[in-house]
């Protein structure tokens, strides 16, 4: 439907005349007219009010198809830093509606989960800042430290708080409904191998080596990280560089002995391998996660300026290849650039 035919529909439903519509708007009649008969369409600065004069939303009077809404909240997360509350409460409304229909469950269910980590993202920011202001103000005070560890992420130095049984009991019981597929395992041994648990990790990585769709290169790699697990560094060192010679153009076994050697804080082993991974993925456009590492290391090493460099790499790329002009992911390079370049 068209959006002049939806404005009269609703402007029919809410009981208004054109005149009433275009007093509540603040504009000429005519206006409203010229809208209805498509000679004309809103400004959009007026859709807000128009939206909120009838009882709907934004997308209410696009008349958008499910997939098409699903689609804008999709796009409106990736690329803004945070939702105004209407927004919001718009989007968490529609995604909760699907959940009752069977066509697009699977979807809504995904996006529900991305807008509320979403939230979280966007509030543990603030969480992190003012704690820091608290910390930064009283450094010897107990006080607001696990606030921000919990918002960034930090190490915990408690077995207790920082082991990932939660996480592996979940990812266990996922592997053990669905046998026959690959990703629950790949995330089940990550966990497992984060808390040294090598011997569980060596038995499933065993399982995951049976199926169809078993990759021959992950499954060594995580031999070798399994190895590692063990502190047996000499066999996980013999493993990916066997690896590595058996497939030197290969870009994800290059990314993958890349992550192996700064995990190992062999950080200069590792840009050599993240820039050949890098050259040589033929995928347009391409990630940024080989860049943002080497700056990274760069930034661990104290070479500040580097890793401002490649920050410029990084914000080329988001440019040139994926066409970014104003989205978050541009902004935050931009924005880690500068950072840098002030500490060096």
Known sequence: MEMGKKIRQLRFKAGLTQEQLA??????????????NAVAMPDITTLPLLAEIFGVSIDDLFDLTSEQRLNRIE?????????????????????KAQLDGEQNRQRSTSLIAYLYWHRMKSCAAKAARYAKDAIRTAPGEKDCQWVLD????????DWNIANHTKAIEFWRGIVEENPEVRLPYLYLLGNLLADHRADEAESYLERVSRLPDARPVMVQVYRAHIALARFDAKTADRIMEDLVAAHPEDPACLFEAAQYYAKKCDYQKAIGLYERSFENEPRRPRFTDELTA????????????????????????LENEWGF??????????????RLLAKA
């Not at 796009?75 to 995604?95: A, K």
């Not at 002009?325 to 500068?338: G, I, S, V, Y």
């Open 325 to 338: 002009t104003e989205e978050t992911d541009l902004r935050k390079a931009k924005k880690e650039k500068a």
């Open 23 to 36: 007093e509540k708007l603040g504009i000429g009649p005519q206006s409203v007219s010229k809208w209805e």
């Open 75 to 95: 796009n409106s997360l990736d690329i803004t830093e945070e939702l105004p509350q209407d927004l919001f409460r718009e989007y968490e409304d529609f995604l």
């Open 150 to 157: 919990r918002a960034e992420g930090h190490a915990s130095w």
């Open 294 to 317: 080497i700056a990274d290391i760069c930034e661990i090493t104290g070479d500040y300026r580097k890793a401002a460099e490649t920050y410029d790499r990084i914000i080329g790329l």
